[in-house]
């Protein structure tokens, strides 16, 4: 199953040198999440070719502009195509509130269900689950109502191993050593071990969105070793007074918050104005941490199982 | 002094083609007039060098997403680049209850003034008025309140004629010449006839912008004559019906109106999605008014004195 992640945009606060508004398409499956949704986002979707309405689930972290303008023009192209299918938007307080106004004063009524979901930023709980992904909010620190987000692959099923499966196993029984149970006999004594018949299951992957926010260490616990990491990096650590400040990051507490808690990859964004070149981020970054990335306009961070 | 139209973008509802939403700038003098302003109008003015703390003047003219969803990036920049000098958005009711909700949701406290004029969008009325211009309110037939604006040069001062100008005349003097008076002496007689010093002003030159709206006879006496009109084309005639239906026009029509209205220039925009090549709007325009352009991004349109 496809665990894949597209940056279309990681500019902090204005957009610069071409480099647009925080937004990102996480696909797992068949299921198009969008996190964030800057001014642009529908543009820079034809632009990478992601059909939009195969975006089943929109998630905001806060109501900065850079993080949530480009949600009104992309709903509305979603209505004026004549979309069917629900979708919902997870977001903070007041997120419903400003949707809900410019519906009204634009005369618009959505062809499609649109279910909003009021976060709690302030806590680590899940938001979301289907069959195969929970997804849990991870408290941010910033200047106002701010979540992350962690994607997180439910346990999968063990594998059967054809060479070793007995003739008469039935489908139910096949699906009960999947699940990791043994199959009994009549009286109770096992006709066919687990073990003898299956292979470990594929490992469960996992994704953790961290912006916008001051380093906090406490999340660590809710992240520790997941696969792939985005953590803001607004500024270099000769900044670090301006981080603190502006409730931001550097590059160099994001590499120190990957390194802490044991991810196995961490793509750093969400960039200032200032920085035309990025390298000297991802350096800063890599001396710490060297498995670090660019969240660069157009990247595809595939995840394997 | 400069009279100059730049197209920011064109497309109607949904963008494509790389054509943007709905967005101008009317430079007049070193005043900058920005008209309608759809999603990604902030990119647009940074791909052409146009300087947004430049403008200080902001109209829209109704309030579907295509003509104002990046108004609130745009602010938020404009806000954050530290702009310090006051800002006019002049637009239908509305537009200030959705900007305070989203300050108030984003924490939001502008450096600089903003100042809303509500419309009264109904009625041809002054709206604006500096020592060189006036800007009036076009009513435009649309689903909900929308007009358009028209852009007037006030009447200009008379030419002097240096050559034929006596030397004993006073600054004041030279002033009331320029307004088309004559010198008097102190028993009141013509002392210098102002025909015999002065020449005709330069023209006043005019831009009315005229969109979203069905075909509309009633405006002509509002427009007749003017140098460049701007009007919605979204679809060819062949879909007449769908223009009624959603309340926009033809390329046919927005040619009849210039021809009646007796318009120098014709400039069409606002083309549905379903236009990849817009040479058969241009052709069937062109039909009935030769001079017509189409409103294609970065395009400028200068008009002389």
Known sequence: MEFELKILGSSSATPSYNRNHTAQILTIGNQLNLIDCGEGTQMQLMRYKV?????????????HGDHFFGLFGLLSTM??????????????????????????????????????????????????EDKYITVHTLPMQHRVSCCGFLFREKPKPRHLVKAKLPDFLSPPQLVRLKNGE????????????NEDVTSEPSRSRSYAYCSDTRYKEDI????????????EATFLDNMLERAVYTYHSTAKQAATLALKAEVKRLLIGHFSARYKDLTPLLEEAKAVFDNTHLALEGKTIGILE
Do not use: W
Request: net charge negative; charged share 15%.
């Open 220 to 231: 660590i616990p809710y992240i520790k070793g997941v696969d792939l990491l985005y953590h």
């Open 79 to 128: 209505h004026l195509q004549q979309r069917t299918t629900p979708l919902t938007i997870f977001g903070p307080p007041g997120l419903a509130d400003i949707l809900t106004l410019q519906f009204k004063y634009s005369n618009t009524h959505y062809n499609f269900k649109l279910d909003f979901q009021e976060l709690d930023t302030t806590v680590h709980q899940q938001i979301f």
């Open 182 to 193: 043994d199959i009994l006999d009549e009286t109770g004594n096992i006709l066919v071990r």
């Open 51 to 63: 059909k939009h309405q195969r975006i089943s689930n929109i998630f905001i972290s806060h109501l």
